[in-house]
Nanobody, 116 residues
Framework: QVQLVESGGGLVQAGGSLRLSCAASGGTFSSYSMGWFRQAPGKEREFVGRITGGGNTYYTNSVKGRFTISRDNAKNTVYLQMNSLKPEDTAVYYC??????????WGQGTQVTVSS
């Protein structure tokens, strides 16, 4: 089983930046895709982006050009760099690991609040 722990959330003004980290333990980190999701109050959890084991990245349209996902396989860590933050980016952010055909493991989430 893969355990995931996010960190780096907080309060930031609109236009600012934050970097989230997700540390993984268990499993073979470099072999599976990692994703970031978010859930705003009263809304469904939504996909933000993902990075494959080989480093290819994919993003939802609303964050393209502002968010960057990267990974350090030596540290078993995936990052979400968020720039030009907007109030609508306010949410709890979760990382997840994709293996055996599904997002099989999830972190506990970290709160990101963007003030206007």
């Amino acid at each position: 089983q893969v355990q995931l722990v996010e960190s780096g959330g907080g309060l930031v003004q609109a236009g600012g930046s934050l970097r989230l980290s997700c540390a993984a333990s268990g499993g073979t980190f470099s072999s599976y895709s990692m994703g970031w999701f978010r859930q705003a109050p009263g809304k469904e959890r939504e996909f933000v982006g993902r990075i494959t084991g080989g480093g290819n990245t994919y993003y939802t349209n609303s964050v393209k050009g502002r968010f960057t996902i990267s990974r350090d396989n030596a540290k078993n860590t995936v990052y979400l760099q968020m720039n030009s933050l907007k109030p609508e980016d306010t949410a709890v952010y979760y990382c997840a690991a994709y293996f055996t055909g599904s997002w099989g493991s999830w972190g506990q989430g970290t709160q990101v609040t963007v003030s206007s």
